[in-house]
């Protein structure tokens, strides 16, 4: 299956070099561009990708605001985020506007495809070790007002597993945890991410933050 991809960003040799590197993968192909957050709105809206490779400091709209609007509808495209690991501030931003992970401007290509796959696929790129130091910075900044997500309806068992994601451990680790095995640990995952709407498992880690049930370890 082909992924579809658009590319954002408002230096064109950026874009320009990105496309021809995809050119000769066969699973992945860039069928629009976009120069700032609102061209990358209108063309998501158009063509539908599978998932938006997206800048985060352009002029006009940026793209922590184009990621709000991209993942708000009811089928939304999924977005990556292009960053450095220098740009914490941007990255908290991004994953609260609903972004699925994040790319390193400088990264290996391989790593860009791979992470283009496993956004397609529908899990998130942040591994459990990045995950711990992004989201406790995350979490000990401020949140605007907004409704609180809902964490009523889960099991005993399914708030468990809530905690050990949190804590940035994958599948097998939770398994190993709680003594089960690894597809029970992904069916309490599938019905984490069906009872608290959440997207991927970053979303998951923040839903787990924001309602205290991990600590933001020590800065």
Known sequence: MTNRVVLVDDQPLVRAGLRVLMADTPDIEVVGEAANGA?????TGELRPDVV???IRMPGMDGIEA?????????????LVLTTFDDDEYVYGALRAGASGFLVKDMALEDILAAIRVVAAGDALI????TRRLIGEFAARPEPARPARPVEGITGREREVL????RGMSNAEIAGEL???VATAKAHM???FAKLAARDRVQLVIIAYEHGLVAAPPR
């Open 39 to 43: 061209e990358a709105v209108r063309i």
């Open 53 to 55: 490779v997206m800048d």
């Open 67 to 79: 990621t709000r609007l991209i993942t708000a509808g009811p089928a939304p495209t999924r977005v």
């Open 127 to 130: 591994a459990p070790s990045v």
């Open 163 to 166: 905690v050990l994601v949190g």
């Open 179 to 181: 003594c089960i095995s």
């Open 190 to 192: 599938a019905r984490l």
